[in-house]
């Protein structure tokens, strides 16, 4: 199978966004869309995004992505929630996925979901709930903290770089602080400085 390309990965975005609005699931687009959209751009492979899902929501969310178009398992999503596990939906004709991340309640992603924005993405004017660029910068810090993949650190330059001069740089020092981010953090701007 090729990889999933760029237009059809929006599609299913698009698609992804509608369903959620139309179902009242509360969300928040996370990950490689995210970064593209408050830094540079990249290749990512699969849109990640935070829902603050009940229970009644899983057999709407299923039904809306049905076989043989998508693969969104029912059982495998109800068993996700409960365990508050990030669960899949796959559009196999294309390859494309997007990665549904169940709201937990760490302060960092708590914080983020109470503030993440609508914005438009687009040039047709399409627009969706984002996480903002702070919450973003830290996000992508964290994941490199713990996974160590150089993505998550080049994601947080060009977010830094992108956002220079928009962000609030003392505010973003005590949250990383906070969560044990702020030599890192250090780093992302003292790379930034020399660019």
């Given at each position: 199978m090729q990889p999933v390309r760029d237009y059809e990965l929006r599609a299913l975005f698009l698609h992804a966004v509608e369903i959620l609005e139309r179902l009242g699931i509360p969300y928040m687009v996370v990950g490689g869309f995210a970064a593209i959209l408050h830094g540079q751009p990249r290749l990512t492979l699969d849109v990640d995004i935070v829902v603050d899902m009940r229970a009644e929501h899983i057999a709407p969310l299923a039904a809306a992505?049905?076989?043989p178009d998508y693969y969104a398992d029912e059982e495998a999503m109800q068993d996700a929630l409960r365990r508050r596990l990030p669960f899949n939906i796959i559009q196999p004709s294309t390859g494309a996925k997007l990665d549904l991340?169940?709201?937990?309640?760490?302060?960092?992603?708590?914080?983020?979901?109470?503030r993440r924005e609508r914005t438009t993405y687009d040039a047709e004017g399409h627009s969706a709930a984002f996480i903002c660029a702070e919450d973003i910068l830290l996000a992508k810090l964290r994941a490199y903290k713990e996974s160590g993949s150089d993505k998550h650190f080049r994601d947080a330059l060009g977010i830094w770089i992108?956002?220079?001069?928009?962000?609030d740089l003392q505010r973003i020092r005590r949250r990383a602080s906070r969560s044990e981010l702020l030599e890192l953090l250090e780093q992302v701007l003292r790379q930034a400085a020399s660019l």
């Amino acid at each position: 199978m090729q990889p999933v390309r760029d237009y059809e990965l929006r599609a299913l975005f698009l698609h992804a966004v509608e369903i959620l609005e139309r179902l009242g699931i509360p969300y928040m687009v996370v990950g490689g869309f995210a970064a593209i959209l408050h830094g540079q751009p990249r290749l990512t492979l699969d849109v990640d995004i935070v829902v603050d899902m009940r229970a009644e929501h899983i057999a709407p969310l299923a039904a809306a992505f049905p076989m043989p178009d998508y693969y969104a398992d029912e059982e495998a999503m109800q068993d996700a929630l409960r365990r508050r596990l990030p669960f899949n939906i796959i559009q196999p004709s294309t390859g494309a996925k997007l990665d549904l991340v169940p709201l937990t309640d760490d302060p960092l992603t708590q914080s983020a979901f109470a503030r993440r924005e609508r914005t438009t993405y687009d040039a047709e004017g399409h627009s969706a709930a984002f996480i903002c660029a702070e919450d973003i910068l830290l996000a992508k810090l964290r994941a490199y903290k713990e996974s160590g993949s150089d993505k998550h650190f080049r994601d947080a330059l060009g977010i830094w770089i992108a956002q220079r001069g928009r962000l609030d740089l003392q505010r973003i020092r005590r949250r990383a602080s906070r969560s044990e981010l702020l030599e890192l953090l250090e780093q992302v701007l003292r790379q930034a400085a020399s660019l």
